[in-house]
């Protein structure tokens, strides 16, 4: 198996995944936002090898490989501004080069897309055969449209190649091995409220979200890596809260004094986003079920841990 990006959060998690269920496990990622700490107590084992690469680059690899699983691409929305040339690279010559070594090789191909594809969702919740509302040159569009432009080339891939692919639609997920600084909400959150801070809400914070746990969240791509699915497939808990109340649960988790305070929404944040996983319980047998405040505390004794702090 050759995971791309699997130095990052959700990588690494699969890593671990495909790695305990027996598979050989090839890395590889080029550390713009990876962290070589998330897989390292994986290094010193035989089945399973590090590449620092850049996948925008020709990927050589001379063993056989099975699956070919692209998840490089920085994700949170604090890095939009900071690399969005390497987000439309990683999405374009980077889905381009791992399509290509999977069609050299003959193996099959998922991609790691994302619910930011539906933009500012104009539905809720969002079903599949939605094309989304996404503002092209907006200060999300890098990520929304390397995505979409992903989804396209690997659907073309399969069509005019043969190529056995899958796509997953990734909605928002937490745990263990998130930055605390990456600008997304539950990070965000639990660093704020463990510092005794305000925890900083945008807009009035009717804003929605649906979080999925990791552990379930790489399930529901294993059993769609198994599949005989080729369109895409949404990947997310569909229990929706809305931000405010999201940074309530955390201030009550974490037992902080922290105090809510109210900013400017940002443009182009999306003001609801919640799954539609009826294509996944039918198709995968794939439900999530660990509740928000279960994950939240697994996530929060992360967070705590001394290497966090």
């Not at 994302?114 to 809720?124: K, R, T």
């Not at 080729?230 to 309530?248: H, R, V």
Request: proline share 6%; glycine share 6%.
């Amino acid at each position: 198996m050759l995971i791309t990006g699997g130095a990052g959060f959700i990588g690494s998690h699969l890593c671990d995944l495909l790695f305990a269920k027996g598979h050989s496990v090839i890395c590889m990622d080029n550390l713009i936002t990876g962290n070589i700490a998330n897989i390292q107590h994986l290094m010193n084992n035989e089945t399973f090898e590090f590449i620092e690469h850049d996948v925008t680059k020709f990927i050589d690899i001379e063993n056989e490989i099975d699956y070919v699983l692209h998840f490089a691409s920085p994700a949170s929305p604090i890095v939009f501004q900071k690399y969005p040339i390497q987000i439309l690279k990683v999405g374009a010559l980077g889905t381009h080069n791992t399509l290509g070594l999977a069609k050299a090789k003959k193996t099959k191909f998922l991609l790691a897309s994302s619910s930011e594809v539906y933009g500012d969702a104009l539905i809720s919740p969002q079903k599949e055969d939605y094309w989304g509302n996404v503002n092209p040159i907006g200060p999300r569009a890098v990520y929304d449209e390397a995505k979409r432009f992903a989804e396209a080339l690997t659907i073309a891939y399969h069509q005019q190649h043969d190529i056995d692919t899958k796509i997953a639609r990734i909605f928002n997920t937490y745990g263990p091995r998130m930055k605390k600084d990456d600008g997304r909400v539950i990070p965000t959150f639990i660093t704020q409220a463990l510092n005794s801070q305000p925890l900083t809400v945008f807009g009035d914070g009717s804003q929605t979200r649906s979080f999925c746990y990791v552990s379930e969240l790489i399930q529901g791509i294993y059993q769609l890596m198994l599949s005989k699915i080729n369109d895409p497939i949404n990947l997310g808990n569909p229990q929706e809260i809305a931000i405010k109340d999201l940074a309530s649960v955390i201030i009550k988790s974490t037992g902080s004094r922290s105090q809510i305070v109210y900013k400017p929404l940002p443009q182009d944040d999306p003001r609801v986003r919640q799954p539609d996983i009826t294509k996944a319980r039918e198709g995968l047998r794939w439900n999530p079920e660990v509740s928000l405040e279960e994950g939240l505390k697994e996530t929060i004794e992360w967070f705590k841990s001394p290497s966090q702090r």
